[in-house]
Nanobody, 122 residues
Framework: VQLQASGGGLVQAGGSLRLSCAAS????????MAWFRQAPGKEREFVGG????????YYGESVKGRFAISKENAENTVYLQMDSLKPEDTAVYYC????????????????WGQGTQVTVSS
């Protein structure tokens, strides 16, 4: 099972980025997919999640109204659209998968992507 995250980069404050997470190795229809982020010296933070079946979305308070998660079932890919980016959004972003209902606890996730760096300049 592999999760491949991509799309990170350097962007100015107020700009946008779209991250992708391509899943392979099994059928993810029974999984919940999520994005986390981790800034230097900080704990891993729940950004948002989506149910693979039904597409219900959940977001952390710090990104509500600015970030949006979507999925493309045919390509086994989950996206994180990030708008109105702020310097405090700077972190390594990870995608993750779990069979339990969406949770903000990183330890409950079985599979992780390798992370992609997002840097927002002021």
């Amino acid at each position: 099972v592999q999760l491949q995250a991509s799309g990170g980069g350097l962007v100015q404050a107020g700009g946008s980025l779209r991250l992708s997470c391509a899943a392979s190795g099994r059928t993810f229809s029974t999984y919940y997919m999520a994005w986390f982020r981790q800034a230097p010296g900080k704990e891993r933070e729940f950004v948002g999640g989506i149910t693979w079946t039904g597409g219900r979305t959940y977001y952390g308070e710090s990104v509500k109204g600015r970030f949006a998660i979507s999925k493309e079932n045919a390509e086994n890919t989950v996206y994180l659209q990030m708008d109105s980016l702020k310097p405090e959004d700077t972190a390594v972003y990870y995608c993750a998968a779990t069979k339990v209902p969406i949770t903000t606890t990183p330890a409950r996730y079985e599979y992780w992507g390798q992370g992609t760096q997002v840097t927002v300049s002021s």
